[in-house]
């Protein structure tokens, strides 16, 4: 399966909005997780009916939906009805194969941000696509997987001592973007820790080397293409005016974009050096081949003059003087030698070899 493009023969011809899973099934139903907070009261449970939703929405507190899965659309086209939530968002939900991106209407904010993680195992790097509502009073998140992608931020809003039980969905999506992107550097240092590994074995030309290259910098392409436009994202969610975004996350968003520059700057470095490491490869791989040819060459020039001489001596005439000398053979091979040592000398001298 394309790793860079995903399938969406699904979608061909369809009217913009209509609802079509594009991605991989990784589970067999959706799962709803509900958590709802304010300062002295934390809360959360497992949601089997889309009414208690409805419930949750009139509620005091700050609303967290958690969708995990996205394969039953009847179930997010439902969601979308109950919260207003316009059909071309519903659709790009859907597709998660979507460039991170951030928009917003009069009730809604909407961003398409991308979970990443690094298995040493396979060496290879896995993203997955989270898309953030916020609306007045609550945030819906929604993910492809089970994974707990966002367990860091559940634990504080645990604890009733953190700050984020003060604020309100605006800034549980920061805190969800900050630990995705807090994640992105991890998960980039790991790689990169790999990459860096391989440099050691530069010198050694095989196969499994140059594999080896071709494959990380196809793995830091991969990851480019998807983490690259997160600073856009952010920028564009920290200059929006929107009556949704209290004024104290601003400063938030700010400090987020630092992060999400260092963390395209290390994917840059990485993809820079693995780029490096390749051409010092070739480069290495070249030169031992001229090391090869300097070495056949000489050898062949040296046999030049031997064979010339050999060559006299082997033609078919009755008349040759040398011939009738008794040590014309051993005459000969002294004087081959000694042409032989003059050739090697000179090419030393001119430091050919």
């Not at 997160?230 to 975004?245: G, H, M, N, Q």
Request: proline share 3%; with cysteine.
């Amino acid at each position: 399966m394309a790793r860079f493009l995903k399938d969406k023969r699904k979608a061909k011809g369809l009217a913009p909005g209509s609802l079509v899973f594009i991605g991989q099934q990784t589970m067999e139903h959706i799962r709803i997780h509900l958590t709802q907070y304010n300062t002295a009261t934390f809360k959360e449970e497992s949601v089997s009916d889309i009414r208690q939703i409805r419930k949750a929405e009139s509620s005091p507190y700050t609303t967290w939906i958690a969708i995990h899965g996205l394969h039953e659309t009847q179930v997010i086209a439902e969601l979308g009805k109950q919260f207003d939530i316009n059909p071309l968002i519903l659709e790009d939900i859907l597709n998660t194969d979507e460039r991170p991106k951030f928009s917003e209407d009069e009730h809604h904010l909407f961003i398409i941000v991308k979970s990443l993680s690094f298995d040493k195992v396979t060496n290879k790097v896995k993203i997955e696509q989270i898309s953030l509502v916020v609306g007045d009073n609550y945030l819906i998140s929604f993910q492809e997987s089970d994974a707990a992608h966002f367990q860091d931020v559940r634990l504080r809003l645990e604890n009733k001592q953190s700050k984020i039980r003060d604020y309100g969905p605006d800034y549980l999506c920061y805190a969800c973007m900050d630990t995705l992107i807090d994640n992105y550097i991890l998960n980039i240092e790991k790689l990169g820790n790999v990459i860096e590994e391989q440099e050691k074995i530069l010198l050694i030309p095989n196969k499994q080397t140059i594999e080896n290259i071709y494959h990380y910098k196809t793995e830091l392409a991969y990851t480019r293409k998807n983490i690259r436009p997160i600073k856009e994202v952010i920028s564009r969610f920290a200059s929006s005016d929107s009556p949704l975004i209290n004024k104290r996350t601003y400063n938030f968003l700010r400090d987020l974009e630092g992060l999400a520059t260092q963390a395209t700057e290390a994917i840059e470095i990485y993809y820079t050096m693995v780029s490096d490491q390749q051409n010092s490869y070739n480069t290495n791989i070249n030169n031992n081949v001229n090391d090869i040819m300097k070495v056949l060459t000489i050898l062949s020039t040296i046999f030049i003059p031997l064979t010339f001489i050999a060559g006299i001596y082997g033609m078919n005439f009755e008349y040759i003087p040398e011939l009738k000398y008794r040590n014309a053979y051993f005459i000969l091979w002294g004087i081959m030698i000694v042409i032989a040592a003059l050739m090697l000398l000179l090419f030393k001298r001119k430091k050919w070899f």
